[in-house]
């Protein structure tokens, strides 16, 4: 029988996200809300199926997460399960100091993982980028988010918008135009940034064109990069410190 897939940052926020609700120290597999996260976690469309086998994500294996939590709560006195990953400390030093961003961020991978399709069988089609991994809030709100910046129709209304303003599409961040720097190759490119926190993120909301920010790619990387998210205007300021610095 196949191994099952590791727990990723998704699951591991839901899961963390019910520890503060159910303390596995006082409680068991059978308790409703953990057989209700189990049911839940095999819905995300996260795992390809043919990857998992009859005990993914069952209630015992969700407990037993949740139970390795225990070992990294200050709170607990006990020694809690040892035998926890390093993507468990990872995303528990991530949110444990705000937990109202937890609750916001799990919240929101439960009302909107069905507007997914799971991924396709192919092995390239599972494995994670360096985007997946770098993005804080997992998998499901990195793929929502990447949809809406990515709106064709949206994000040429944004860039028409702009060129139209000024002329250029000039990076609302360090300022590169991928025009003035490579010529006829790179006029009318440059990505969109979606700037609403993922946490409040709304699939039946339309996107408004005052929500995007035209980015170049570096820019965009690092923007995704910092956790939790800088805002536009606070890595431009990081990037003329540092320039006035140099």
């Given at each position: 029988m196949a191994r099952n897939?590791?727990?990723?940052?998704d699951e591991l926020i839901l899961a963390m996200d019910l520890?503060?609700?159910?303390?596995?120290?006082?409680?068991?597999?059978k308790n409703p809300q953990i057989v209700a996260l189990s049911h839940l976690l095999n819905q995300l469309p996260i795992h390809p199926r043919s990857k998992t086998n009859s005990s993914f994500r069952n209630p015992n294996g969700v407990y037993m997460k949740m139970c390795n939590y225990l070992r990294l709560d200050p709170e607990y006195r006990g020694t809690g399960l040892?035998?926890?990953?390093?993507?468990?400390?990872?995303?528990?030093?991530?949110?444990?100091?705000?937990?109202?961003?937890?609750?916001?961020?799990?919240?929101a991978i439960r009302e909107n993982y069905k507007y997914l399709t799971p991924?396709?069988?192919?092995?390239?089609?599972?494995k994670p980028t360096d985007e997946d991994?770098?993005?804080?809030?997992?998998?499901?709100?990195?793929?929502?988010?990447?949809?809406?910046?990515r709106n064709p129709s949206l994000v040429k209304a944004k860039k028409d918008k702009v060129f139209k303003t000024t002329g250029r599409l000039g990076c609302?961040?360090?300022n590169f135009d991928f025009k003035e720097f490579y010529g006829k190759q790179g006029q009318g490119f440059a990505e969109c940034h979606h700037n609403n926190p993922v946490s409040d993120l709304d699939t039946?909301?339309?996107?408004?064109?005052?929500?995007?920010?035209?980015?170049?790619?570096?820019?965009?990387?690092?923007?995704?990069?910092?956790?939790p998210w800088l805002k536009v205007e606070e890595l431009r300021n990081i990037l003329v410190k540092r320039t006035l610095q140099a």
């Open positions: 897939p590791k727990w990723t940052r520890y503060f609700e159910v303390n596995p120290s006082h409680t068991s597999e040892a035998s926890g990953s390093e993507l468990d400390e990872a995303v528990w030093d991530e949110f444990y100091p705000n937990l109202k961003r937890l609750r916001q961020v799990a919240n991924p396709g069988e192919r092995a390239e089609d599972a991994d770098e993005f804080p809030e997992g998998k499901i709100l990195f793929r929502l988010h990447k949809i809406k910046e609302e961040i360090c039946k909301k339309l996107v408004k064109i005052s929500e995007l920010s035209i980015v170049c790619a570096n820019c965009h990387r690092m923007i995704h990069r910092i956790r």
